[in-house]
C-alpha cells in the first residue's frame, strides 16, 4: 500500500519549514513500521486551516491523489 505524508503548520515566521520537518520525520518512522512504502510528500507549510476560505493546495493535491487511486493511505 503506497502512502502519502501530510505535514502542515500555521505559521512559519521565517520560512525555514523546522515545524513540518519533525512532522514529516515522525510520519516516515510510522510508515516504515508499519511496512507502508511512501510515494509522496505533501507539506502546506504557513497556512492557517482557521481562516476563512483558506485553499490548503498540497491537502487538495492528496485528496486528488487518494480519489485518483495514485495513493492508498495517508499518514499524517
Do not use: H
Amino acid at each position: 500500500m503506497d502512502v502519502g505524508l501530510y505535514s502542515r503548520i500555521s505559521e512559519d515566521l521565517d520560512g525555514s519549514g523546522l515545524g513540518v520537518a519533525p512532522q514529516e520525520e515522525d510520519c516516515r518512522k510510522l510508515a516504515d513500521l508499519r511496512g507502508w512504502p511512501v510515494s509522496r510528500v505533501y507539506q502546506d507549510n504557513d497556512v492557517s486551516p482557521f481562516k476563512a476560505k483558506v485553499v490548503r493546495p498540497e491537502f487538495e493535491r492528496l485528496l486528488s491523489d487518494l480519489d485518483e487511486g495514485t495513493i492508498e493511505g495517508v499518514v499524517a
